[in-house]
Each structure stands twice: as structure tokens, then as C-alpha cells.
């Protein structure tokens, strides 16, 4: 079966972990190229000084660029939970994905086995499994509102959504502190920050903030 074992493609895209940092957050992103052999080109090509530490392929197949223990650069600018440089907090996993279609069964039952010995190697909680999207509102949507979340949050992989809708009134402001509570804190506008969240949690919904936006965010 493909993705048992990562097969070693080392990236020059890397370096240390800043201020001794250790990772306590998994970044999950969509590569957004036609095929694994191109972002695996891509990722490992020192004129474009990016990288992850895994690509998982469509067919499940898994590569290891980057050691766990260094700084891939695979986040760019942004924040979570209060807390910017990203790439020195974190493990990065790219996923072969244009964006536009479902991510596949061997490619997400893969993942599923790499995410609990990435959490277990570095204590890292449910809540702490992210999205680009999640860090970087506005700039990026990766994995993007084809990525099965739900999926993820059933098996204790990610925080899981909040299915109780309720019934209350909800202002921006009460939005913004209960997506601030979960980490959404990078800098956004009313907006961004809604398309951020349901991205995560909500990727089917449309129209102005509602209550159900704030209940996917309430403990």
C-alpha cells in the first residue's frame, strides 16, 4: 500500500527552528499544480525557497522533504492563536489538489495515518491541526472547501465543528471573539474572517454572518 513509509526526497527550502521553537501545530495546504511530480519539482527547486516537510500524492503516495526537527517554509505571513512565524511552530503537509475537485481516498486515508505519529512526536492536541486558510485569511484558501474537515474532526485528527445551531442573535463582534477564542486572530475585516471560518467549518454556507456561524465555533 502507498504512504506506509515516506520516501525520502530531501528540499534545500529549510532551515532551523527560530528561538528554539518546537512544532505544536500542523498546517494543512493544497498544492494547487497539475500533478505530485510538479509540486514535488516545485518544492525541492531552491529558485522558489518553498517547501513542506510532506507531500502526500492523489494516489496516496507519501514523500518526506524536510525533517521534522528543521524549519520548512511552507506558511509565509501570517497568525495563529495570537502567535506569528508559523513555519518554526509547525509541521507543513501538502496535499496534490488543484482546489476545484475532492480530495481522494488513498490521499486522505494516508493522511490519516501520517497525522497521529506526527500528534503523538510532538504532543500535538486535535486543535492544533490548521489550515492554511486558517492562518493566512484573505491571502490563502488551501485546502480549501472541498477538504473534509468533518472527516478529520470524527476521527480526533482536528478540531471538530460544533453541530448544535443556535437559535440566539449574533453580532460581528461575538463572532470575531469566539473565532479569536479558537485562534482565527491573524488580521482580517468582518468578512474575511467569515469566509476563513466556514471555510474550516462551514464551506457549504452562504449569505450574511448567521447564528450557525457563531455555533461551529462555541465549545
Same mark, same amino acid.
Given at each position: 500500500?502507498? &504512504?506506509?513509509?515516506?520516501? !525520502?526526497?530531501?528540499?534545500?527550502?529549510?532551515?532551523?527552528?527560530?528561538?528554539? @521553537?518546537?512544532?505544536?501545530?500542523?498546517?494543512?495546504?493544497? #498544492?494547487?499544480?497539475?500533478?505530485?511530480?510538479?509540486? %514535488?519539482?516545485?518544492?525541492? $527547486?531552491? #529558485?522558489?525557497?518553498?517547501? =513542506?516537510?510532506?507531500?502526500?500524492?492523489?494516489?496516496?503516495?507519501?514523500?518526506?522533504?524536510?525533517?521534522?526537527?528543521?524549519?520548512?517554509?511552507?506558511?509565509?505571513?501570517?497568525?495563529?492563536?495570537?502567535?506569528?512565524?508559523?513555519?518554526?511552530? =509547525?509541521?507543513?503537509?501538502?496535499? $496534490?489538489?488543484?482546489?476545484?475537485?475532492?480530495? =481522494?481516498?488513498?490521499?486522505?486515508?494516508?493522511?490519516?495515518? @501520517?497525522?497521529?505519529?506526527?500528534? *503523538?512526536?510532538?504532543?500535538i492536541?486535535?486543535e492544533?491541526?490548521? &489550515?492554511?486558510?486558517?492562518?493566512?485569511?484573505?491571502?490563502?484558501?488551501?485546502?480549501?472547501?472541498?477538504?473534509? !474537515?468533518?472527516? %478529520?474532526?470524527?476521527?480526533?485528527?482536528?478540531?471538530?465543528?460544533?453541530?448544535?445551531?443556535?437559535?440566539?442573535?449574533?453580532?460581528?463582534?461575538?463572532?470575531?471573539?469566539?473565532a479569536?477564542r479558537?485562534?482565527?486572530?491573524?488580521?482580517?475585516?468582518?468578512? #474575511? %474572517?467569515?469566509? *476563513?471560518?466556514?471555510?474550516?467549518?462551514?464551506?457549504?454556507?452562504? &449569505?450574511?454572518?448567521?447564528?450557525?456561524? @457563531?455555533?461551529? %465555533?462555541?465549545?
Amino acid at each position: 500500500m502507498k &504512504g506506509e513509509q515516506p520516501l !525520502w526526497h530531501p528540499s534545500p527550502n529549510f532551515g532551523p527552528r527560530r528561538e528554539g @521553537l518546537r512544532p505544536h501545530l500542523v498546517v494543512l495546504h493544497y #498544492t494547487a499544480m497539475e500533478s505530485a511530480e510538479a509540486a %514535488l519539482q516545485r518544492l525541492c $527547486d531552491p #529558485t522558489f525557497e518553498v517547501s =513542506s516537510h510532506y507531500l502526500i500524492g492523489a494516489d496516496g503516495q507519501l514523500w518526506q522533504l524536510v525533517a521534522e526537527e528543521m524549519r520548512a517554509w511552507h506558511a509565509g505571513a501570517g497568525e495563529w492563536a495570537g502567535q506569528g512565524d508559523i513555519n518554526s511552530r =509547525s509541521i507543513g503537509i501538502e496535499l $496534490d489538489n488543484r482546489g476545484d475537485h475532492p480530495f =481522494s481516498e488513498p490521499q486522505m486515508a494516508c493522511l490519516e495515518r @501520517l497525522l497521529p505519529e506526527i500528534m *503523538a512526536r510532538w504532543d500535538i492536541h486535535p486543535e492544533g491541526v490548521i &489550515g492554511h486558510s486558517d492562518m493566512a485569511p484573505g491571502r490563502k484558501q488551501d485546502p480549501g472547501p472541498r477538504f473534509d !474537515w468533518q472527516r %478529520l474532526g470524527r476521527r480526533g485528527f482536528a478540531r471538530p465543528a460544533n453541530v448544535v445551531h443556535a437559535a440566539t442573535a449574533v453580532t460581528p463582534q461575538m463572532f470575531r471573539a469566539a473565532a479569536n477564542r479558537c485562534g482565527f486572530t491573524a488580521e482580517a475585516d468582518d468578512a #474575511t %474572517l467569515l469566509t *476563513a471560518v466556514r471555510l474550516r467549518y462551514r464551506p457549504w454556507a452562504r &449569505g450574511p454572518l448567521c447564528a450557525a456561524d @457563531l455555533a461551529v %465555533l462555541s465549545d
